[in-house]
């Protein structure tokens, strides 16, 4: 600003470091006005329009930047109100590369307070209702992304430094894969723990069957899940074997299919047989949480008369439906009492034939 300065000196007797003072105190007063102004509107304004949205994520984003603009444009007044003195000029390239540093940096940190702002937002819809679940995944994730992007921002320093970068990209590279192939399995562990928590296959409290193992999952950690069995005892998996395996999950399930059959003995009349589809269907409609699909008298069986019966219920929990297939059970059992329907159980039958006068004789096991 030589021109003000020297509109200065000649409306007032004062030397020519007292007008560069005077005019850089301007900027710097111009700068900062500029700068209430903006926090102003950003709290003002910009806030009143974000509250009437349906989400609080542009609330948050706007309260992580906004003291971030405003020290990005003070300093920007600062760098200019500084170069304007004349005794600063010979140190203009120097200045401007601090003042460039202190920039990077400003975006840097206004960037990771973003990332942070998103990824708890995030967190947050997913998995709000369970309160404190997976912080520390979340955790490792915000100190990964700000780790990446001050890394880039050292990247960029040097480059405002003028040093030759290839042998730091090279040092990065080969430090990345030194790194990688050292902890490559806990790496593994790492990255299913974050394709089990975005990817949902299951959480805390449910239900699961891994293989052999049935159990309700009580902590997803960073390495390893930990699934309390039920027999009792604690199966800690690895987070890249669950990513790698077949999981059945109880917890979306809302009715479960049931199939059992029956079996009476071959001399039961026809009437019988089908008074048997009666009392099933009249059995089970009688119960609530049981919705009947079908009783089909099925086939011939080697020893019985199979009756097949499959119904569904309404109700997901595994303790509901064995209370429910017991009273089934029991009803079956007193209707064929009461009816005289004898139930069948696994008989065989041997014919010996002799050469007696007595002709054939034969022989029923039991």
Not at 7 to 27: H, K, N
Not at 197 to 203: A, K, Q, R
Not at 226 to 247: C, D, F, H, P
Request: charged share 20%; no cysteine; net charge neutral.
């Amino acid at each position: 600003m030589p021109n003000l300065s020297e509109g200065l000196r000649q409306l007032f007797p004062i030397d020519q470091l007292t007008s560069e003072v005077i005019v850089a105190l301007l900027m710097f007063a111009v700068t900062a006005a500029m700068g209430l102004t903006v926090y102003y509107v950003f709290s003002r304004y910009f806030s009143r329009w974000a509250q009437k949205t349906k989400t609080n994520l542009d609330d948050e984003v706007l309260r992580s930047i906004r003291i971030m603009v405003v020290l990005l444009i003070i300093t920007v007044g600062i760098y200019y109100a500084l170069t304007s003195l004349s005794l600063i000029s010979p140190y203009e390239a120097e200045l401007a590369k601090i003042f460039s540093v202190v920039q990077i940096l400003l975006v840097a940190f206004a960037i990771t307070r973003v990332t942070n702002v998103l990824v708890d937002w995030y967190a947050s819809r997913q998995v709000g209702q369970q309160s404190g679940k997976n912080n520390h995944l979340m955790f490792i994730l915000k100190k990964a992304i700000q780790l990446v992007v001050y890394v880039m921002a050292f990247v960029v320093i040097l480059y405002v430094f003028e040093i030759d970068l290839s042998g730091v990209v090279v040092g990065l590279g080969v430090g990345g894969i030194a790194i990688a192939l050292a902890v490559q399995n806990t790496l593994s562990d790492v990255f299913s723990a974050f394709s089990i928590y975005f990817d949902h296959p299951f959480e805390i409290g449910d239900f699961v069957v891994i293989g052999e193992h049935s159990g309700t999952v009580t902590n997803i950690g960073v390495k390893s899940t930990r699934i309390k069995l039920l027999q009792g005892e604690e199966l800690i998996i690895s987070n890249k074997e669950l990513t790698s395996t077949r999981i059945r999950n109880f917890r979306k399930l809302e009715k479960r299919r049931i199939t059992f059959t029956l079996g009476v003995v071959y001399g039961t009349p026809s009437d019988k047989l089908r008074r048997i589809i009666e009392i099933v269907t009249q059995i089970i409609n009688n119960i609530d949480v049981a919705e009947l699909d079908r009783v089909h008298f099925a086939k011939f069986g080697d020893f019985s008369l199979i009756f097949e019966v499959v119904y569904y219920m309404k109700v997901p929990g595994y303790r509901e439906y064995m209370d429910t297939q017991q009273k089934i059970n029991f009803e079956i059992k007193d209707a064929f009492e009461k009816e005289g329907i004898e139930m069948a159980f696994p008989t065989q039958t041997l014919y010996l034939k002799t050469t007696s006068d007595t002709g054939s004789l034969f022989q029923q096991k039991e």
